[in-house]
């Protein structure tokens, strides 16, 4: 199985970027979605997941601007963001979870400027 993500690059203060995260070389749809991030030195975070029951969480510092989806017929995972901030600058990870096995994607950056 591997994932590709895309979508991350440079935005400004208040715009707007959607990761994609799409998993290939596997029949098995994704069960469970988690988007991490982690910033130059600071430790890797989650800041939205998805349940297998499609139940939802995220980081406070991101409710309410960013969202988590997925689309079953392509197999790939999505994390909209919205009103983005400079603390927002990351790279962005997603995981999920194929056939009871987790999977990292190999993070695409976002930079945002003030």
């Known amino acids: 199985v591997q994932l590709q993500a895309s979508g991350g690059g440079l935005v400004q203060t208040g715009g707007s970027l959607r990761l994609s995260c799409a998993a290939s070389?596997?029949?098995?749809?994704?069960?469970?979605i988690g988007w991490y991030r982690q910033a130059p030195g600071k430790q890797r975070e989650l800041v939205a997941g998805?349940?297998?029951?499609?139940?939802?969480n995220y980081a406070d510092s991101v409710k309410g601007r960013f969202t988590a989806s997925s689309d079953n017929a392509k197999n790939t995972v999505y994390l909209q963001m919205n009103s983005l901030k400079p603390e927002d600058t990351a790279k962005y990870y997603c995981?999920?979870?194929?056939?009871?096995?987790?999977?990292w994607g190999q993070g695409t950056l976002v930079t945002v400027s003030s």
């Open positions: 998805v349940g297998s029951g499609g139940r939802t």
């Open positions: 995981n999920v979870m194929i056939n009871s096995r987790y999977y």
């Open positions: 070389g596997t029949t098995f749809s994704i069960n469970i």
